[in-house]
């Protein structure tokens, strides 16, 4: 099963609206990323967020992270036509000292923002 | 830097054929990961390597897919014979020693009539 699960599945505002789209795990972690696909391309990283940080900023991006409740939420403030895309959430395990940096990902929630 | 880079970009093949997928990594980046992306199953990672060296395969589907990668600057997967089934997007994504991003790129996507 999927290490990280989205929700909602599908998500569709106005421009110039917040979008809040939250992601659950179900192991431990070393960090979660954020990821954000548009249509036919590949994905691009948003935001990273480690395992003893339980928020952080970027632009009008917020993602927060509670690991006692293994879940994650990513906030876009004011969204944009532009903020239209797939994003998925990811998260980083690592074992004993090794570092590969192998990711699971989520099944993403489809943000549509109407102009 | 150009950043990750995939050929072909779309690939359409009949069953039983070979399929080759190539994929040149970011410079200095020593980690590389192919996954493949499907409605129905969302994103896999089907194998990683580290300094080259394959680390975890454990999501290649069967035999018929294998994976290269003989040097720090490029990497194949190769399908034979390929189903229907295949049908899918493949992408290849890089990451630094030290960093947790990982640098995707444009993917291929391939077609198994």
């Not at chain 1, 979008?19 to 249509?39: D, E, F, H, P, V």
């Not at chain 2, 970009?9 to 970011?26: A, D, N, S």
């Not at chain 2, 680390?55 to 490029?74: T, Y």
């Given at each position: 099963?999927?290490?990280?699960e989205?929700?909602p599945q599908?998500?569709?505002?106005?421009e110039?609206e917040?979008?809040?789209?939250?992601?659950?795990?179900?192991?431990?972690?070393?960090?979660?990323?954020w990821?954000?696909?548009?249509?036919g391309?590949?994905?691009?990283?948003?935001?990273?967020?480690r395992?003893?940080?339980?928020?952080k900023h970027?632009?009008?991006?917020?993602?927060?992270?509670?690991?006692?409740?293994?879940?994650?939420?990513?906030?876009?403030?004011?969204s944009r036509?532009?903020?239209?895309?797939?994003?998925?959430?990811?998260?980083?395990?690592?074992?004993?000292?090794?570092?590969?940096?192998?990711?699971?990902?989520?099944q993403?929630?489809?943000?549509?923002?109407?102009p | 830097?150009?950043?990750v880079?995939?050929?072909?970009?779309?690939?359409?093949?009949e069953?039983?054929?070979?399929v080759?997928?190539?994929?040149?990594?970011i410079?200095?980046?020593n980690?590389l990961?192919?996954?493949?992306?499907?409605?129905?199953?969302?994103?896999?990672l089907?194998?990683?390597?580290?300094?080259?060296?394959?680390?975890?395969?454990?999501?290649?589907?069967?035999?018929?897919?294998?994976?290269k990668m003989?040097?720090?600057?490029?990497?194949?997967?190769?399908?034979q014979?390929?189903?229907?089934?295949?049908?899918a997007?493949?992408?290849?994504?890089?990451?630094?020693?030290?960093?947790?991003?990982?640098?995707?790129g444009p993917?291929?996507?391939?077609?198994?009539?």
């Amino acid at each position: 099963s999927q290490q990280g699960e989205e929700d909602p599945q599908a998500l569709s505002i106005q421009e110039g609206e917040n979008a809040t789209m939250n992601c659950s795990y179900k192991t431990s972690i070393n960090n979660l990323q954020w990821y954000r696909q548009n249509s036919g391309r590949g994905l691009v990283h948003l935001i990273l967020i480690r395992s003893n940080e339980r928020e952080k900023h970027s632009g009008r991006l917020r993602v927060t992270l509670d690991t006692s409740k293994k879940s994650s939420s990513l906030l876009i403030t004011a969204s944009r036509a532009a903020d239209t895309a797939s994003y998925f959430c990811a998260t980083g395990i690592y074992a004993g000292g090794t570092s590969y940096g192998k990711l699971t990902f989520g099944q993403g929630t489809i943000l549509t923002v109407h102009p | 830097d150009a950043g990750v880079i995939q050929s072909p970009r779309h690939e359409v093949t009949e069953m039983g054929q070979e399929v080759t997928l190539r994929c040149k990594p970011i410079s200095g980046h020593n980690s590389l990961f192919w996954y493949r992306q499907t409605m129905m199953r969302g994103l896999e990672l089907l194998i990683y390597f580290n300094n080259n060296v394959p680390i975890d395969d454990s999501g290649m589907p069967e035999d018929r897919f294998s994976a290269k990668m003989p040097n720090a600057s490029f990497s194949t997967l190769k399908i034979q014979p390929s189903e229907p089934r295949d049908s899918a997007v493949y992408f290849c994504a890089s990451r630094s020693s030290g960093y947790y991003e990982q640098y995707f790129g444009p993917g291929t996507r391939l077609t198994v009539t």
